[in-house]
């Protein structure tokens, strides 16, 4: 019980600092190869759920995955759908589908030539004249009477931060047509899967041990609870040296960690980047996590770059920690 609370008010506040992130531009995406067609079924589910629109989806068979922050991408098309659901007070259908496409260098213009995966979302609704068209993504601009005017803005701003493109096309009472490129995975990047535990809080254990490094003694009091949970033995230091010498003493008496998780910013000590290259002095085959809620700093987004093996976003829940442990064991495990 004590753990679902805590997930459940984590998720919330992690809603709603990614949404302010996002829209300041502040935010960097943290990619991974994700399944698109998971990605659009989450943002359906969050927007359509109760009402009386239904959703007609087509998927091409050859889809790829795309290299996208699943959690941004989400609330991307949660906001397009949202927007066609609103255009169709009678209720009715929004179709959705999705096939690959190849930019060219002229169309669309702001496109790197290249694979993407293309996302057409249409409604049947009242449509937008030219001049709400022109507006439409611009921020705080609505016509919607109770209307915040950062929905379409903000994914304007997360699709352009994927290196993508969107668009809307519409005429009066013609319906709109919402269109979205996302780049397509490296050929050489895994996809991830999705976890094979349910909602019912049934979590495979783990084998082994962690070693965890934050300055916030709450944050480690909570991850050694949550680590214990998956089954990992864990231990706990406050800043970079005391975590270094730590591993070495671990690894001296022949019972090293299986992964290490190291906060990136450590007020008045060494933080995780600093750390992991005092661990990588020690054991070259260190398997460590980077940990932060600052997402817009490049060592979240390109974490491999800085010799890690999977990141966390803080703050994050059961599942999403059991992932990125998984993620880095059979990371280290490839190695």
Known sequence: LRVAILE??????RTLTRRL?????GSNPIRSALPVEHLIKRAVALSLTGSSIRPELRFSPSLGPVWADGDQIVQALTNLIL??????????????????AVAKAVQ?????????ARIRIRDRGLGMSDEVLTR??????????????LGLATSYSIVKSHDGHISLS????????????LPLAPAEVSPEVEDSETDSGEYPAFRGSALVMDDDPTVRA???EMLGHL???????????????????????GRGYDVVILDLTVAGGKGGQDTAELLRAIDPDVCAIVSSGYSHVPVMSDYREYGFCAVLSKPYTLKELRLAVRVALQQRNQG
């Open 83 to 100: 927007n066609a659901r609103d255009a169709m007070p009678e209720g009715g259908t929004i179709e959705i589908e999705c096939d690959t």
């Open 222 to 224: 909570l991850l050694a």
């Open 170 to 181: 519409s005429a009066p009472d013609g319906g709109t047509i919402a269109e979205l490129w």
């Open 231 to 253: 089954g990992l033995r864990c231990d706990v230091s406050a800043h970079g040296d005391e975590c270094a010498e730590m591993y070495r003493e671990a690894l001296e008496r």
């Open 108 to 116: 669309p213009a702001d496109l790197a030539p290249g694979p993407y």
């Open 8 to 13: 459940d008010a984590a998720r919330r506040a």
């Open 21 to 25: 992130l996002t829209f300041a531009r």
């Open 136 to 149: 439409a993504f611009d921020p705080f601009f609505s016509t919607k009477a109770h209307g915040t005017g």
